[in-house]
């Protein structure tokens, strides 16, 4: 990832140019070039040479347009709180320990929380994705029209992120929808929140484990994660508000007395004062729990939109926390192969003959 917008100008290829010019062409594409180069201070000529380098997607569109299955708890807690990414959390908190705890005193974030998420994205940077991160924004961007000004900031804040780092755009790959390294950043949680840990000049959360790590710490912290603070606890529900107060399940309107004034009983004794929402899951067929989620939790579904995701991690990092201090599993070794019993050595048949002849003589 070495090559600056004005060396990918020059080597830009004739056969790329022509493959692509039909992208460049539309006027919608040479206006967005033309207001990012005036906004942005780029080169327009540049920015054209580097879109006939763009190969749209056109697949990716379809799985935008996927209609979500909704999961229920029971079954999506599966793929994420499970003995391999606890193992796998375990390992990489002993593995990078110093450095993890001096993050999370720098940033006040729960250690266990930082190392839960990146376990869920992508564990520990397995599963970054394979696309062309500039091939997938622009198809969104120019082809996507439920979606085009949410993808059109994310291209523009790709492109000053490519130009931050000094990489070659064209070299960034994540997934379909763009994310980025270890903590899957969309381009503008990039710019907003990536961490330079090791001042090497790079904002490295796809090889380098200290920026990923400080990186999610310093999502969270912006997002208001407080130290200490309560995560979820479970609750039983009653009267007839349940639904109206589900429904506003992502938003802090209510603090923990006027949850308990419209039906919430917690399980256990809590800060009345503090703001929380309430939220169900299926925790087994046809069986829904209630539970209230705190600015912590909030705060992790700021990361991801989603009840779903946050339990998971929070489920996870404590699993994650009570491992890391168990002795790593070995892999079980395989048992040593049975050693064949020796034959017996068959008695000659002229032996026994001589043997019965002697007794005859008796």
């Known amino acids: 990832m070495k090559k600056t917008f004005a060396a990918l100008a020059l080597c830009a290829s004739s056969l790329f140019a ?15 070039l033309a207001a990012t180069a005036r906004e942005h201070g780029f080169d327009e000529t540049e920015l054209v040479n580097l879109f006939t380098r763009i190969e749209p997607k056109p697949g990716i569109l379809a799985i935008f347009d996927r209609p979500s299955t909704g999961r229920p708890w029971h079954v999506f807690r599966t ?30 974030v729960d250690p266990a929380v930082i190392v839960a998420i990146l376990d869920v994205e992508t ?6 994705g394979s696309f062309r991160v500039l091939d997938v924004l622009a198809t969104a961007a120019f082809d996507y029209p439920r979606r085009a000004e949410f993808f059109r900031k994310e291209l523009t804040e790709f492109l000053l992120l490519a130009r931050g780092e000094k990489e070659d755009p064209l070299s960034f790959k994540g997934s379909y929808a763009g994310a ?36 999610v710490a310093s999502y969270l912290a912006l997002h208001g994660w407080q130290a200490g603070g309560d995560t979820m606890v479970p609750v039983n529900v009653s009267g007839n508000q349940v639904d109206e107060l589900i429904a506003d399940k992502f938003n802090l309107h209510y603090s923990v007395a006027e949850l308990m004034a419209k039906g919430v009983a917690p399980l256990r004794e809590l800060e009345t004062t503090q703001p929380a929402v309430l939220y169900s899951l299926e925790v087994a067929p046809g069986q829904t729990n209630y539970f209230l989620g705190f600015k912590n939790f909030y705060a992790i579904t700021r990361y991801n939109k989603s009840t779903l995701y946050a339990t998971a991690v929070l489920e996870l990092a404590e699993a994650i926390r009570e491992a890391k201090d168990r002795p790593p599993v070995e892999p079980a070794k395989p048992a040593a192969a049975a050693k064949p019993k020796p034959k017996k050595k068959p008695v000659k048949q002229v032996e026994a003959k001589k043997s019965v002849a002697k007794k005859k003589v008796r």
């Open 18 to 32: 022509h493959a692509n010019e039909t992208l460049v062409a539309r006027p919608e594409v040479r206006e967005y």
């Open 79 to 108: 793929d994420f709180v499970n003995t391999k990414r606890i193992n796998v959390g375990a390992a990489f908190w002993r593995e990078h320990e110093k450095d993890l705890m001096e993050i999370s005193k720098a940033y006040q």
């Open 123 to 128: 564990l520990f940077g397995k599963n970054t």
């Open 180 to 215: 980025l390294g270890w903590p899957q950043f969309m381009p503008s949680s990039f710019r907003a929140f990536a961490v330079d840990w090791n001042s090497d000049g790079h904002h490295d959360i796809w090889n380098t484990p200290v920026d990923a790590m400080a990186s």
